[in-house]
């Protein structure tokens, strides 16, 4: 390991004996007692010493035996220490590729910050090169989001639309105004390329099986219907519930955006379970539903989907996706995030396992099962659902490490 102090965390000395790490509520921690010598020594943490050039540093400033060793174990601990060697063979290929990683470098800085284990935060980054997305939609919410993804260094983001591109559905980071009246697919694939700081890994020849299902980590519903962002349709999502394929629902309606919820098959509600819920609470949703879908033989006018709150949407969703992608359980697991202009005040509306759905995410929360189990190994970041339970435990911080009250 070549440890260095979290570059993420700003430094400042609260007192001739307490160094704190970060800024925020969220991430700030303070250390001490701490000596002059000590906190000299911090400076040499920057990841380009390995330990026994360290204890060799330690010794030369005349520090105990053993104390360079504490400090990092004590460092390491906190949560406050990274390695710059860290993240196995696919950190150090990702390493080498200087460009792709310059362009990454602020998400590998964020992602350390909710990493507690030294080198983690390299294995989320570059596990997502391994990762396949599908966005189902390209307008003003799906084809940014897909370059988000794309652009944060998820692999393979695959968008799936049809119709050609309208005035409208342009959106600075999703479809530019010069890709109207070309396929919307196909516009949304060039805008995702070229958010992507590199192209994505070669795979071998796919079997038959395997070209039937391509294996994507997680599938976004993104339609430009208002209708499908405020009723999803069920069906829609039939063979992603049957495959077991995680899926999260994102949109906007007459000014007010949702994300969520992430559906994990047989664990969490579904668009089943929300479309159940909403018939027992009001039992002419149903004709309403029908109503709104079918249009009344009217020409449907352009959806009010406004630029900026479209912009959020994609963002929120990006996020939790990506969240969900390296292994950690977003708050829109089971839940609608939902925001209206022009107040902006965002809320959640849980969706419940409903016994009337076939998706069994009823039955499953009867038996009062978590979605993860700690320790499980799975083949990706993906597949890995992480405990619901913070990872830093009071009981497990080391003696003279606290959280800073700022």
């Not at 290929?93 to 998400?107: N, T």
Request: glycine letters at 12%; aromatic letters at 2%; a positive charge.
């Amino acid at each position: 390991m070549h440890p260095m102090v979290k570059p993420a965390l700003r430094r400042g000395w609260r007192d001739l004996n307490t160094v704190q790490f970060g800024m925020t509520p969220a991430h700030a921690m303070t250390l001490g007692p701490m000596d002059t010598a000590t906190g000299s020594f911090l400076d040499l943490l920057n990841g380009t010493r390995g330990p026994e050039l360290l204890r060799a540093e330690g010794r030369r400033m005349r520090l105990p035996d053993g104390h360079v060793d504490g400090l990092i174990t004590r460092l390491a601990r906190a949560g406050l220490l990274d390695d710059a060697r860290g993240g196995g063979t696919a950190g150090a290929e990702l390493r080498g590729r200087k460009e792709v990683l310059d362009r990454l470098r602020p998400d590998l800085a964020s992602l350390s910050l909710t990493s507690s284990e030294p080198g983690e935060a390299m294995h989320r980054l570059a596990a997502r090169r391994s990762l396949r997305v599908q966005v189902r939609g390209a307008g003003r919410v799906g084809a940014v989001l897909a370059s988000l993804l794309a652009g944060a260094g998820v692999g393979e983001v695959e968008v799936r639309d049809g119709g050609r591109v309208e005035p409208w559905d342009v959106a600075p980071g999703g479809l530019p105004a010069e890709a109207i009246g070309e396929r919307r697919d196909e516009a949304a694939r060039r805008a995702v390329r070229r958010a992507a700081p590199a192209r994505p890994p070669r795979r071998g020849p796919r079997t038959p099986a395997e070209e039937a299902n391509p294996g994507h980590a997680l599938v976004i519903l993104a339609p430009r219907d208002d209708v499908a962002v405020h009723a999803p349709v069920p069906s829609a999502a039939e063979d992603l519930v049957a495959s077991g394929t995680p899926h999260l629902y994102a949109g906007v309606v007459e000014g007010t955006g949702v994300v969520g919820p992430l559906v994990l098959p047989g664990e969490t509600g579904c668009a089943g379970c929300l479309q159940e819920d909403r018939a027992d609470r009001d039992p002419v949703w149903p004709r309403l539903v029908a109503q709104w879908r079918s249009g009344g033989g009217r020409p449907r006018p352009v959806p009010a989907c406004d630029l900026a709150l479209a912009t959020t949407v994609a963002g929120l969703a990006a996020a939790h996706a990506l969240a969900f992608l390296d292994g950690r359980s977003p708050s829109s697991a089971g839940a609608r995030w939902e925001v209206s202009l022009p107040g902006l005040t965002w809320h959640a509306r849980p969706v419940w396992g409903h016994p009337a759905c076939p998706c069994g995410a009823a039955d499953k929360g009867k038996e009062g099962h978590t979605t993860s189990k700690d320790g499980e190994a799975h083949e990706t970041m993906a597949l890995q659902r992480p405990s619901r339970t913070s990872r830093r435990q009071p009981d497990a911080r080391p003696a003279g490490t606290w959280r800073a009250h700022v």
